[in-house]
């Protein structure tokens, strides 16, 4: 539980720092900054988004998923990993 915890943490930082980001994203485009500074920072968010992503798929799949194949829900398992997959290749 003791690194449930930890992970929780280092995730709700991580969303909080994008917070930040986002809302100096909303004061560069009503401040009218160039464009190609808004883009860079908007990739910036992106990746760290896919950070917090990986992170929680790290975390389901030693936790979650282990679960699942030692009550035999397999299955389950598997479909959900799949479609999580097939969403994160959009």
Do not use: F, P, W
Not at 15 to 30: A, D, H, P, S
Not at 47 to 54: K, P, R
Not at 63 to 71: I, S
């Amino acid at each position: 539980m003791e690194h449930h915890t930890h992970n929780k943490e280092k995730i709700i930082k991580r969303l909080k720092i994008i917070e930040g980001q986002i809302r100096g994203l909303q004061e560069m485009v009503n401040g009218g900054v160039y464009c190609i500074n808004i883009i860079t920072q908007t990739s910036a968010v992106k990746q760290a988004l896919s950070g917090i992503e990986d992170a929680l798929m790290e975390h389901h799949l030693c936790t979650c998923v282990v679960g699942q194949m030692k009550k035999g829900a397999a299955e389950k398992a598997k479909v959900e990993i799949l479609k999580v997959y097939r969403l994160k290749r959009k």
